[in-house]
């Protein structure tokens, strides 16, 4: 017997103009979280379950929605696939420099170094 279709619950994006600083701090404030925006910077678009963190995928989904209605990232669905794309455009325009200066105090802090 085939199973049901079951459909996934629509994405929440909030606008541009909603995006809140303390929301955007408090999702960054995680290293995970910060795994994802680094990785996107330097990869713009990626499906979900191809970011270099070692937690769960349940864990992974909660990052993600922690991010998403943050207004830091933008999810779509293409098929059975998740794509995950940085809103770095739309974090410029509401926050001029404030992703560069959280991503590069971070590298500072980690030693790592990020793309731009």
Known sequence: MPRPH???PAL?????AD????DVLHALSDPTRMTITRTLRAD???ACGTFPVDVAAS???HHFR???EAGIIHQREDGNRRLTTLREADLQARFPGLLDAILAAYDGRTGARTEN
Not at 12 to 16: E, L, R
Not at 19 to 22: E, G, Q, T
Request: charged letters at 30%; glycine letters at 0%; aromatic letters at 4%.
């Open 59 to 61: 864990t992974l989904s």
């Open 12 to 16: 929440v994006h909030v606008s541009t």
């Open 19 to 22: 995006i809140d600083v303390f």
């Open 44 to 46: 713009p678009e990626r």
């Open 6 to 8: 079951r459909h996934r």
């Open 66 to 68: 922690v991010l998403r």
